[in-house]
């Protein structure tokens, strides 16, 4: 809490009748504020009993129509609610019955390590290290938003039954942050959407997935993913770096793999003896663990061995440690009570992100998160990766258009918003049969053109995703011109008009540039749809004129891939994340059964005459 060149702080009081208040209050640069306040009696007065304490924050209705909350629960595919408002009066969403399938990050109580509010271009964010001084209860949410004639409230329960607050005071402390914390990466659109030759043809060669570790040596590498920190020695590192960037193109930042919730510290930690994982399963971002990932990272960057930084397992760090953010609780069975790693993980990211400045380096910062929208420490990023749930089982019926809503997408994607690239990862999960290639290539075909159609019109980038159905598209049209923009149809003001039978089924995305655009219609129904677009020269470039119009979907023709390279990384499309039956159970719905053998007949059938399908979605 202490001034400092990029922290201002502050103090204040106020007093009511028999209680006061104190406040201590700092701001970081970025906006981070950190509030604790301390309620208790007024001065000569003897102990206080307090029935209850609650904190509101009022926005302007036009402000505030999306939430975003995690309870902070060990498994995070599970630990979200994502959705608009409800509309209604007085409390219209709480923490305690959000959403039935939203699992509780603490044994007793419904707090949530983050909560947060805003629209499609604006908001702000909710979070705190711990509930202390809180009064966790089963039967009253923690947390709840209100509605009221032109105002949405949002409304922290902090006391919720009578408690006695003694001459020492009750006190209790949360984080806000207003996004976005910065602008949006230039030119962020063009990463991997260029032709080769270009600077950043690919996002990142993460060296965890390139088959080639900065933590093993050229001739003996440990299969699979590793969660080591440290490399064999420096010169196998630096070996190993020489060869990722031979097989690279020039421009294409090297990020090292470095997991934020399962490292292997290496043998600089080994007599490090504190309960790093204190009963969570996770590691705890304790000051000595924030200063062993600085000091390794740095010893890659001192040598130019990486570019960046790819993140694993960011999840908000639930921890039971008393070093890090855990606190005495006497009636849990443990003696204490939970705490979130989020201070901790920013530190960490403030100061490798400076790190790289002082070594001249851009800063090319990507965590990998699933529903986790820890944005205190992603001041600090250029772009995050969500996604990696709602998987797809081979041969399924159903896809991306069918498991992932537009407006979750809509409250997730964005750049703008978030001063942060939006990039997602789609899951397909089992084994595509080798010996029905051409049948795997077509439901691989069904599959991306379904994951592009719902993700890129939200602002949303697949990555780990076979792109080259569709780049021709981006490349042609010049992804990486500086004055590109993008226009989600949520803000489309007349440029486009679209009409179909069922509007509402309808998605579009407009990218434009002086002189030039790229319309993305993409139809969600179930059924095919005719669809008229009017496109408006005046509103789209300002002035009045003819427009010529051609087709620029590079995605018909279903390629053939090379199937060692398909069946390497389950089709391209994310990785394999073990047997359908486990990945099921992740899903919102029910568990999917095999389609297999049902699937094959109809694709078979589908792929019969791709002229017809061709002809079907020509544009006319």
């Not at 910065?182 to 260029?194: H, I, L, Q, S």
């Not at 690279?248 to 793999?257: E, G, I, Q, T």
């Not at 089992?430 to 599959?447: F, I, S, T, V, Y």
């Not at 119009?549 to 990384?569: F, K, M, Q, T, V």
Request: glycine fraction near 8%.
């Amino acid at each position: 809490g202490e001034p400092a060149p990029d922290r201002v702080a502050w103090q204040g009081a106020l007093a009511a009748g028999a209680a006061s208040f104190a406040v201590e209050a700092w701001m970081e640069f970025d906006g981070l504020i950190s509030y604790r306040l301390t309620l208790a009696p007024a001065a000569g007065d003897g102990p206080l009993t307090v029935d209850e304490l609650q904190v509101d924050v009022t926005f302007a209705d036009s402000a505030v129509s999306q939430l975003i909350a995690n309870s902070g629960a060990f498994d995070f595919r599970t630990a979200y609610d994502v959705r608009t408002i409800p509309a209604g009066e007085g409390s219209v969403w709480n923490s305690l019955d959000s959403k039935p399938a939203m699992a509780k990050g603490a044994d007793v109580g419904n707090f949530l390590a983050n909560l947060w509010l805003g629209g499609d271009r604006v908001g702000l964010n909710f979070s705190a290290e711990n509930d202390q001084g809180w009064t966790p209860d089963d039967r009253r949410p923690a947390h709840e938003i209100l509605r009221r004639p032109g105002q949405v409230v949002y409304r922290m329960n902090v006391i919720t039954r009578p408690v006695t607050v003694a001459a020492g005071g009750r006190s209790f402390g949360f984080l806000l942050l207003p996004t976005p914390a910065k602008p949006e990466p230039p030119g962020w659109r063009a990463w991997g959407r260029v032709a080769p030759g270009k600077p950043r043809t690919q996002i990142g060669v993460v060296d965890q997935f390139s088959g080639r570790k900065l933590t093993d040596t050229p001739t003996r590498g440990a299969p699979g993913v590793t969660f080591t920190l440290e490399p064999a020695s420096w010169e196998d590192a630096a070996a190993q770096a020489d060869r990722l960037h031979q097989a690279m193109a020039p421009d294409d930042p090297l990020l090292f793999y470095i997991d934020a919730s399962w490292p292997t510290l290496g043998p600089s930690m080994k007599d490090w003896n504190h309960d790093l994982w204190a009963g969570t399963g996770r590691i705890a971002w304790i000051p000595e663990v924030e200063d062993y990932y600085v000091w390794i990272i740095n010893e890659y960057l001192k040598r130019g061995l990486i570019q960046g930084l790819y993140i694993d397992d960011v999840s908000m760090g639930r921890t039971f440690s008393l070093a890090a953010t855990a606190y005495p609780f006497p009636d849990s069975e443990r003696g204490r009570r939970i705490g979130y790693n989020t201070m901790g993980f920013r530190r960490f990211l403030m100061r490798v992100y400076r790190l790289f400045i002082e070594h001249g380096r851009p800063p090319h910062i990507l965590p990998h998160m699933t529903w986790c929208f820890e944005l205190p420490a992603f001041s600090f990023v250029d772009a995050t990766l969500n996604g990696e749930d709602r998987d797809i089982a081979a041969y399924a019926k159903r896809d991306c258009v069918d498991v992932w809503r537009p407006d979750e997408l809509r409250i997730m994607g964005n750049a703008p918003k978030w001063g942060f690239a939006t990039l997602f990862k789609g899951n397909v999960v089992g084994e595509l049969q080798p010996k029905q290639k051409a049948l795997a290539e077509n439901w691989m075909h069904r599959q991306l053109r379904a994951l592009f159609a719902v993700f890129v019109p939200h602002d949303i980038w697949p990555m780990f995703a076979e792109t080259r159905l569709i780049l021709p598209s981006f490349v042609a049209f010049g992804m990486d011109d500086p004055a590109l923009e993008f226009l989600p149809d949520w803000v489309l003001n007349g440029e486009v008009a679209l009409e179909a039978a069922a509007p509402d089924k309808l998605l579009a995305g407009l990218f434009r540039k002086p002189g030039k655009a790229l319309l993305m219609v993409s139809n969600l129904a179930d059924t095919d749809q005719e669809v008229t677009v009017t496109v408006r020269a005046d509103r789209l470039f300002g002035r009045a004129g003819e427009l010529t119009l051609s087709d620029a979907d590079s995605s018909l023709p279903i390629p053939h891939w090379d199937y060692r390279g398909l069946e390497h990384d389950t089709v391209a499309l994310a990785g394999k994340m073990g047997d359908a039956t486990a990945a099921a159970v992740l899903t919102d719905g029910a568990p999917e059964a095999d389609g297999t053998a049902a699937a094959l007949a109809e694709l078979e059938e589908a792929g019969a005459d791709q002229r017809r399908e061709e002809q079907r979605l020509a544009m006319r």
